[in-house]
Structure formats: C-alpha cells, structure tokens
C-alpha cells in the first residue's frame, strides 16, 4: 500500500481520537487495565509505551503490571532512530514530544516476556499500524517473532480501531495480541 494510504489513515483515526471525552479515555484506561494481564504476560519483564495525548492509556496498566510483579520498562527517545529504556520509575523527564521518559537502564528489549506497543489501528492478522516515526518497527526488527521465543508483542487499541485489514510495508513489525477495552484478540500471523 502506498504512503499515502497509511497517512490517511492516521489523520482520519487521530482525529477521531480528538473527539473523546476525558471520561470515555480513563474509562478505556481502566478497562485496558482490568485485563487478565497474569495470564496474558507470563514473564516478569515488560516494555511498554509511557501513553499521551488521545492514546489508550497505559498509566493504569503500568501500575496493575506492577502490581503484578512485573517490571515495566519504558522507551527512552534517543535519537532520531532509536529508543533505549529505563525501569518505570522516578525520576521523569519530558522528551521533545511531550511524552514522560525514565532514567536509562541497562535493559535490553530481549529480555522482554512482552512488549506493549502504542498503535492508532490494526487487523486480526497482526499488521498495525503507528503514527509513522517508525520507532517500534526499528526496535523489532532484529528481535525473534513471538512464535521464535521472542516476547510477545501487544497492540492497545480502541474498539473501533480493530480494522477488517490495514496497508503494511515490509519493514512493518508483525503483532500477536490486540487488547481493546472489550476485547483480546489473538492475531493470526
């Protein structure tokens, strides 16, 4: 699919997002949270995305993993290429996207039992779909698939987000689980 089609996309699905209330986001986030994450993560170490603006939020989810045992790891901007990661804990700082980033850890993205990616659409065959900067699809790309003994990598999403197909290019990293605030869908890539 072309460029264009994905850029599309993205302006129409952002811009939906735009349209939800405070109220319909935290109540998202808390159903997002309220998942059976024991049984969906079985490792103890879990990267996930520090969420901002009109994405499914991760600020609950983060402190049920916690509550879990886990270790959640967050990504660190580190250029225009690259991310690193630090322990989900203070101290903060903001990046130049506005998005709250930890200190650096010495985490490396394969230790993961799971990877928790930010998405703004996706279909029921793994593809997904990010805002363009290519920063996940980077971090993948020389990470096992799940079904290799990599970690298992989710999408969180809005319902409605679950599309019936979505343009993809090569480089475009594979997921294996859609978690919506209704549903938790197993992808069949």
């Known amino acids: 699919m072309s460029a264009q089609a994905k850029q599309n996309l993205r302006v129409e699905i952002q811009a939906q997002r735009a349209k939800m209330a405070d109220s319909e986001l935290l109540r998202a986030d808390l159903n997002i949270a309220n998942k059976d994450w024991a049984n969906l993560i079985s490792g103890e170490k879990v990267a996930c995305y520090s969420s901002w603006g009109a994405e499914p939020g991760t600020s609950q989810l983060r402190r049920k993993l916690l509550e879990l045992g886990k270790q959640v790891f ?6 225009d290429t690259q991310m690193l990661w630090g322990l989900d804990q203070p101290p903060y700082s903001v990046n130049r996207f506005g998005i709250s980033e930890p200190e650096v850890s010495n985490f490396e993205l ?3 039992a799971a990877i928790i990616l930010p ?8 593809i997904r779909l990010g805002r363009g900067a290519g920063y996940f699809d980077r971090a993948l790309a020389d990470i096992p698939s799940y079904q290799f003994g990599g970690p298992i990598r989710i999408a969180l999403l809005f319902d409605e987000e679950v599309l019936p197909s979505v343009p993809s290019d090569e480089h475009d990293e594979l997921v294996d689980l859609v978690v919506t605030p209704t549903r938790t869908i197993r992808c069949k890539n």
């Open 110 to 112: 394969t230790s993961a």
């Open 119 to 126: 998405a703004l659409c996706a279909d029921e065959s793994g």
């Open 74 to 79: 967050l990504p660190i901007i580190n250029s």
